[in-house]
Structures are given as structure tokens and as C-alpha cells.
């Protein structure tokens, strides 16, 4: 390549790295191989990219550094044997130029392998049970720590994840379980798939030592609850209370977009993160005694309301009873950006897209769900 090309290359990286953007990703495909051996995750991401204005040039989120003494390795490859590519890696982004432009509306794949151990977002660690686990968590902007994305809130595409891990783990991801395969070596490969565009901060995988319960369908909505072993019987106990939430609140609020609802204990950094349809709780979530109501009516409400922000209400569970209180009022408490307001000692405001409705109090009991 001549000493000219490559100016001319890196003037048009800069002017891509600052302009509008060029592509609107449709969708990602990711297969992983974990091992017990070491921490370094193998992958491959394929991303089927839509352009949205004629270009040679674009970019994707996805940081290269590693946790050890040597970057994440780095490879670009394109099925369309007709089309050649460039690919140049400067962390935190990786720059590829075409052989030829795309039009505007072509829909081109990629396909980028990178092998290493994640800096972020897919915490590789052990669980208060002394359990091997691997949990991304990408909230806000985190998910290109550990994949090749654009790591934008408004860039929303279909995913599927393919994770091949020693047979003893399980593995829950976003959407639908599309397959789980027992492969030669002690190894299984399982397979989800989400068909809904999500964001890539709610895009997660978990593997882990699981047990697993199904506590039942709302509205054809399958539930299950993913704890560790090691507490199963009050994990599965304190997570069969997100089935009444979840009636209650597509009651009031309205349709659960996905086909299935797994909450999940984990080693999220947060108290809960609203993955799409794969929520991921504290591992201190789990106390056997169902007084964690708040942060799932917290969690699950976020899986309603993204779109139906008209009406600013808010709903607020009392952590010293078995209330989740409804009043009209401004926006207060957790937002995708920041807190905005500490709660009351006694209070967790949770924020919700609202229809105008006087306040109301909704006792959850053993059984049953009664309001006034």
C-alpha cells in the first residue's frame, strides 16, 4: 500500500469519526467460546449494516485493549467475495474502508474475529458460592468493551447470540431459546435470538452454574427464574413474585413486548439491569423473604415504557410493606442517564410512562393480587 493511500485513508477516517452517521445496523450475530481454562473469550461478530447515504468509510465501537500485556487480536473478513475491505484498529473504534462505495439502502455484512480477555463489560469472575461466572453488563455505553458494535442508544438492531461453553454451564440470553446442543470434547453450544431491535446496552449474555425454575405464563409470556445453586430455594421463591408484577403491570400499563421474562441472579454492578427479557438482579438479591418487590416492579417496568413516555407518572414501591403505590406526579428518581433525586428512607421511585389515574394501593399477597 503506498505512503499516499494511507493519508488519504486516515483524512477519511477523521472525517468519518466525526460526521453523521453513515450506517443503521440491522443485525448482529455473535458467537463466543468460553473455557474454564483461562479468561481469554473467543469471538466472532457478524453485523449486517444498512448505509444510509453512498460510502467507502465507516466505524464500529469496540475497544482493544486487554486486561493482560497484549490488545484483544483483530481480523476483518466480507462474505461478498466481490467486495474488499480495509480494516485499521485505533481503540477505542475500528475503521474499515470499502473497495468500491456502497450505495445508499445496500445492505452489507462483516464479519470481525477477535480473540482476548475483555477490559469491560463481560465480567469474567466467581460468585459468592466460589462459582466460575461470565455476565455481561453494559449499562450505559459498555458493550463495545467486549464486542464489536455501534454502541449508541439509537442504534437498535436484531441480535443472536451463540455461546459454545463447558456442558456444566447454563446460558440465558435476549429472546427466544433457538438451540442447545451437547457438542464432542464436554462442550454445548446454546443459541438465542432476539428479533426485536434493541440497543446494545441491553444485548447480554450469562453463563453460569444455574438452577432454573418456570413459575408459570402471564399472557403466554414464559417466566423462569436463574439462580445459583447454592440459595435455590429462596432464590426460586423470591423470583416467583415477578410473575404477579409482571400481570400487573401489562394490566396498567400495557403489552410486554418480548416472548419470554428470565430474571436472572448475577454479578451486575447494579441492583438490576433491564436486559431485554433476560433481567439480571444483584446477587444479593436473593433473601428468601420476597422484599425485593420494588426492584422488580423497577426492572420489568422499564421492559414496558420506553416508547410510551406521553404521561409522566410515577410508581413507587413502600419497602416496609407489601405496596406497590401508584400517584400521578413529575418524573422523579432513576432515568437512563442518572439519578435525579435520592429517594426517601422508605421509598424506591420508579419511573413508568403513565395513563392519568388517581393513586391507587396494590397489595401483593401470597396468592393473589388485590388493590383499593
Same mark, same amino acid.
Given at each position: 500500500?503506498?505512503?499516499? #493511500?494511507?493519508?488519504?485513508f ?11 452517521p453513515? !450506517? ?8 463466543? @467460546?468460553?473455557t ?10 457478524? +453485523? ?9 468509510? =465507516?466505524?464500529?465501537?469496540?475497544? &482493544? ?7 484483544m487480536?483483530?481480523? $476483518? ?12 484498529v485505533?481503540?477505542?473504534k ?19 474475529? #477477535? ?6 463489560? =463481560? ?6 458460592f466460589?462459582?466460575r ?18 454502541? @449508541? ?13 463447558? &456442558? ?11 438451540? /442447545? &446442543? ?6 454445548k ?8 431491535? $434493541? ?10 452454574? %444455574?438452577?432454573v ?34 400481570? %400487573? $403491570?401489562?394490566?396498567? +400499563? ?13 454479578? &451486575?454492578? %447494579?441492583?438490576?439491569?433491564e436486559?431485554?427479557s ?7 438479591? !436473593? ?11 423497577? @426492572? ?19 419497602? *416496609?410493606?407489601?405496596? $406497590? ?14 439519578w435525579? /433525586? ?15 389515574? *388517581?393513586? /391507587?394501593?396494590?397489595?401483593? /399477597? *401470597? ?6
Open positions: 500500500m503506498t505512503k499516499k #493511500f494511507i493519508g488519504i486516515c483524512v477519511l477516517l477523521g472525517t468519518i469519526a466525526h460526521s453523521q453513515v !450506517i443503521d445496523v440491522q443485525h448482529y450475530k455473535y458467537e463466543f @467460546e468460553l474454564d481454562e483461562s479468561d481469554i473469550v473467543k469471538g466472532r461478530a457478524t +453485523i449486517t449494516v444498512k448505509f444510509l447515504r453512498p460510502s467507502d468509510t =465507516l466505524s464500529f465501537d469496540f475497544v &482493544t485493549k486487554n486486561k493482560g500485556n497484549s490488545n487480536t483483530v481480523s $476483518l473478513s466480507m462474505p461478498d467475495a466481490s467486495r474488499k475491505a480495509l480494516l485499521r485505533l481503540s477505542p475500528l475503521f474499515i474502508k470499502l473497495n468500491r462505495p456502497a450505495n445508499t439502502g445496500d445492505s452489507v455484512n462483516f464479519i470481525i474475529d #477477535f480473540k482476548g480477555i475483555p477490559f469491560d463489560g =463481560l465480567i469474567i469472575s466467581k460468585n459468592k466460589g462459582q461466572t461470565f455476565f455481561s453488563d453494559n449499562w450505559p455505553d459498555r458493550a463495545h468493551f467486549w464486542i464489536p458494535c455501534v454502541d @449508541e442508544l439509537t442504534d437498535k438492531a436484531s441480535v443472536e447470540f451463540l455461546v459454545t461453553a463447558p &456442558t456444566h454451564y447454563q446460558v440465558i440470553s435476549n429472546g427466544i431459546l433457538v438451540e /442447545e &446442543t451437547n457438542l464432542a470434547g464436554n462442550k453450544i446454546t443459541h438465542w435470538r432476539e428479533d426485536i431491535p $434493541l440497543p446494545t446496552k441491553v444485548m447480554v449474555i450469562g453463563a453460569a452454574d %444455574f438452577a425454575n418456570y413459575p408459570g405464563d402471564v399472557n403466554c409470556i414464559a417466566l423462569s427464574s436463574w439462580v445459583f445453586p447454592g440459595n435455590k430455594a429462596d432464590g426460586f421463591y423470591d423470583y416467583s413474585a415477578a410473575k404477579d408484577v409482571l400481570s %400487573f $403491570l401489562i394490566d396498567y +400499563i400495557g403489552p410486554y413486548p418480548f416472548k419470554k421474562l428470565a430474571n436472572i441472579q448475577s454479578l &451486575t454492578i %447494579f441492583g438490576g439491569m436486559n431485554a433476560a433481567i439480571f438482579y444483584a446477587e444479593g438479591s !436473593i433473601s428468601g423473604k420476597q422484599n425485593h418487590l420494588e426492584l422488580f416492579a423497577h @426492572e420489568i417496568a422499564k421492559q414496558l415504557g420506553t416508547s410510551r413516555m406521553t404521561n409522566r407518572y410515577q410508581l413507587v414501591a413502600r419497602k *416496609k410493606a407489601r405496596d $406497590l403505590v401508584i400517584t400521578p406526579g413529575e418524573i422523579v428518581g432513576f432515568s437512563a442517564e442518572t435525579n /433525586e435520592t429517594p426517601a428512607s422508605d421509598m424506591a421511585p420508579i419511573l413508568l410512562p403513565w395513563a392519568e389515574k *388517581k393513586q /391507587e394501593v396494590w397489595r401483593f /399477597e *401470597k396468592d393473589s393480587v388485590s388493590g383499593g
